[in-house]
């Protein structure tokens, strides 16, 4: 992919929205763009976070292992982010990514990732965003995952 659609794609998602094309330019000249089939693990739980990725083109699934199988607890599409939490918390990866079709995304280094939290506090406010709306639907989902459990349901 050419650098110039690279920036044109980086611009398109909300974490760089407010980003001036000539700092978008750095980001994408420092990321290396990713290409995964479908099924193709994008990054496995367990394993050190080294990069986050931003999904330029294609849709991913998150899955969590747990006794009973691996349990799907989100769907990426263009435009998300993932693999912060690794990064951000210096802890192995919370999840495993897998591409649920062909899929285009930017992986972005460790190092360059939390240098652009530091230089842009607007990507960094839209990281805590997206991690906090993340972390309100797991809620959600665990406390249907008890009701149903206990033998409640949902709502009807």
Known sequence: ?????????????????????????????????VMYREGQVVCRQG???DAA???MEGEADVSIASDGGDFVVAHLKTG???GEIAILCDVPRTATVTAKTR??????????FLQLLRQFPEVAAEVM???????SH???ELVRARNLAAGQGGPR
């Not at 965003?129 to 972390?135: I, Q, V, Y």
């Open 129 to 135: 965003r997206g991690l906090a709306e993340r972390l």
């Open 80 to 82: 998300d982010v993932v």
């Open 103 to 112: 899929l285009s995304a930017l992986r972005v280094r460790k190092d360059a």
């Open 53 to 55: 990725f931003v999904l």
């Open 1 to 33: 992919m050419l650098l110039k659609s690279e920036i044109d794609l980086l611009r398109a998602v909300p974490l760089f929205a407010g980003i001036e094309p000539s700092r978008l330019k750095l980001i994408a000249y420092t990321a290396e763009t």
């Open 138 to 140: 797991t809620n959600a």
């Open 47 to 49: 394993e050190r976070g």
